[in-house]
Each structure stands twice: as C-alpha cells, then as structure tokens.
C-alpha cells in the first residue's frame, strides 16, 4: 500500500508539473500576440467626426457660427452666420438641403432630416430663416420655418409644414403633414390647433431671444479648441506603453 501512495503521488506531481508548463507556455504565446506590432502603434486619434461629407456634398459652416463639439452635420448642411447648434444635435441632409438661416439656434438633442420629396408637394428641404428658435429635443423633417419663430421643446413638425413668420408652437406639439401656422398665431397640441393670436410685443420679444443665445453662443465658442482635448489622454497612454508620439 505505501508503494502505491508513493507511485500515486508521484504521477500527481508529473502531472501537476505538466499543467504548469502548459499553462507558462500559453501565457508567454498570448503575451506575444498581444504585443502589437510596430505598425498598429500608428494611430490617428481623431474623436467623433462632427463634419460628415457626403459625396461631393460637404457641409458648410460660417467663421462666427458656433457647432458643439458632440455635434454631427452630414451632407447638405448649411450653418449660417450667427448661427448655433448645441450639444448633441444631429442635422443630416443626406436625401436633401438643411439651412440654420443668420442668427437661429437649434437647441440640444434636435435632430433635422429632410426627405427626397414632399407628399404635399411643397419644398423638401428644411428650411431654418433667420432669428428662429428651435427647442431643446425638437425633431424636424422637411419642413420650413420663417423669420422670427420660435419652436418649443420636444415639438414634431413633419413633411410639408409650414411655420410662417412672427409665430409661436408651444412646447410639446406635434404639427401634421401639410398643415400651416399663420404669422401672428401661437399654436399647440397634438395635432397643433390655433390657440390665439400673439400680441405687439410678444413678436417683438421674438428675435430677442434669438440675439440673448447668439451672445451666449459666442461664450461657449470660445471655450472650444477647433478639436476635442481628449488626445491629450490618448497622448498620456501611449507614453505609459512607451509608445513615441
């Protein structure tokens, strides 16, 4: 019996012994392949892409107009001066034209599209004039806005709808294939239905807000390197792997 203990723990050790071998081998072979080579240490850190050319449409932006950083423009995009579009929004004219007409702001998380073709008949493009205020979650498509609006938070204005000039869509509305707001009028639900007439200077404060964003655009604007600072991260981590920049 003790022979056989002996002879037992003996092939316990060998084996034992084995798997240690086996396990070193394959962690040195694993350590190798992670080892990257010289040639996938040359990277080009460049972040979220906000200008999205399409084709040969690239989209255009003014000197004095301010785009967030988290911002994505693609196709045919047009940003006018003064404009600004803030954190988070998407204006994609990749079926047809965008344009944030002088002095307008498209608030956060708003996105913009535009169709090939209208079912009404009316313009596809989407239309933005100027001293318009597009609310914070908004979502536009094909649609065309005229001086001097405001469109309020989390609001739909779908294919063909039309926002004349001087006009107010509260917060939250939902403005149908088609339909029209006449100058002058504050409109709101789901669907939008008139709801009364704007006053004098209700209209006059119109633009007024759109003049108070621009002057605060122009202190986030400068705030922002033309590119994010996040490679100053990616720069600390390559000198950590003793990787030359």
């Avoid at 992670?34 to 989209?59: E, T």
């Avoid at 065309?144 to 405001?150: F, K, M």
Wanted: hydrophobic share 40%; charged share 20%; glycine share 6%.
């Amino acid at each position: 019996m003790a022979a056989l203990a002996r002879i037992s723990r003996k092939a316990l050790t060998s084996i034992s012994a084995q798997q240690s071998l086996l396990r070193r081998g394959l962690s040195t072979e694993a350590a190798k392949a992670v080892n990257p080579s010289a040639d996938r240490v040359k990277w080009d850190y460049r972040g979220q892409r906000k200008i999205i050319p399409l084709g040969q449409w690239v989209p255009k932006v003014a000197v004095d107009a301010y785009v967030a950083p988290n911002v994505v423009l693609a196709g045919q995009v047009i940003v006018c001066d003064g404009a600004s579009v803030w954190a988070g929004s998407v204006l994609r004219g990749d079926l047809n034209k965008i344009t944030v007409g002088f002095c307008s702001n498209v608030q956060e998380r708003s996105v913009i599209h535009a169709a090939w073709s209208s079912p009404t008949g009316l313009p596809a493009e989407t239309s933005i004039e100027r001293f318009v205020t597009i609310g914070a979650y908004s979502l536009l498509r094909s649609c065309t806005i005229e001086p001097e609006c405001i469109i309020g938070q989390h609001s739909i204005l779908m294919e063909g709808s039309l926002v004349e000039t001087h006009s107010i869509l509260e917060a939250g509305s939902v403005v149908p294939p088609g339909r029209r707001i006449p100058t002058g009028e504050l409109w709101a639900g789901n669907p939008a239905r008139f709801v009364r007439t704007l006053s004098h200077e209700e209209t006059l404060e119109i633009p007024k807000l759109a003049v108070a964003i621009n002057d605060l655009s122009k202190e986030h604007f400068s705030e922002f390197l033309p590119y994010s600072t996040v490679y100053l991260e990616v720069e600390k981590f390559k000198k950590s792997l003793e990787i030359s920049i």
